[in-house]
Nanobody, 127 residues
């Protein structure tokens, strides 16, 4: 069974950091681009970042540029999202998703392009 599992969420104060992980089971991530999305209460799902299967290309939403960094370790079958300088508006459920090979540039944030999804991990930024 193909599965993505997110971890690393939690409660953090404004200005703090968290690192989210997206681990795959039942398949290897080598072939897949991985996107991170988030959904805040009462809002739609927002594309946050994406990394290509090779790791050579990354995309970020304007709202997180300079604060979030996506990376991958194919040997560990895991993709990471390092989140620094967190703000209350980053509070959301964060999901990872997989699609073949590339992030599709500016269209990386279109959820329908992704084939597999995790169940999400809650990130809460609050003092």
């Amino acid at each position: 069974q193909l599965q993505l599992v997110e971890s690393g969420g939690g409660l953090v104060q404004p200005g703090g950091s968290l690192r989210l992980s997206c681990a795959a089971s039942g398949f290897t991530l080598d072939y897949y681009a991985i996107g991170w999305f988030r959904q805040a209460p009462g809002k739609g799902r927002e594309g946050v970042s994406c990394i290509s299967s090779s790791g050579g290309s990354t995309n970020y939403a304007d709202s997180v540029k300079g604060r979030f960094t996506i990376s991958r370790d194919n040997a560990k079958n895991t993709v990471y999202l390092q989140m620094n300088s967190l703000k209350p508006e980053d509070t959301a459920i964060y999901y990872c998703a997989a699609k073949p090979r590339i992030c599709d540039g500016d269209y990386f944030n279109q959820a329908l392009r992704y084939n597999y999804w995790g169940q999400g991990t809650q990130v809460t930024v609050s003092s």
